[in-house]
């Protein structure tokens, strides 16, 4: 059984940081594209972030200079830093992994507000 989990969402202020993870199970991980989606309030989930196989990553010009995708090919985890948050950026924000299959996470809600 494939799962993604994630973790880290939470309240911030604008300008505060976050770091989510999510952490793969039932998928061979070191095979499959990574990569963190956000979902505003009544808008369509848009790619925030991707990492591949061999950690190339590219982000979406929104968020270049304050987001950071790595992986732990050990760890099957993604993570994404995000600094210099923005109240933009609230939203719920999902772990995404693609090889032959696409799988995703349930989501773990952003909100930045002051």
């Known amino acids: 059984q494939v799962q993604l989990v994630e973790s880290g969402g939470g309240l911030v202020e604008p300008g505060g940081s976050l770091r989510l993870s999510c952490v793969a199970s039932g998928i061979t991980f070191n095979f499959n594209y990574m990569a963190w989606y956000h979902q505003a309030s009544e808008k369509q989930r848009e790619l925030v972030a991707i990492i591949t196989p061999d950690k190339v990553t590219n982000y979406a010009d929104s968020v270049k200079g304050r987001f950071t995708i790595s992986r732990d090919n050990s760890k099957n985890t993604v993570e994404l830093q995000m600094n210099n948050l923005k109240p933009e950026d609230t939203g719920v924000y999902y772990c995404?992994?693609?090889?032959?299959?696409?799988?995703w996470g349930q989501g773990t809600q952003v909100t930045v507000s002051s």
């Open positions: 995404y992994a693609r090889f032959q299959n696409v799988y």
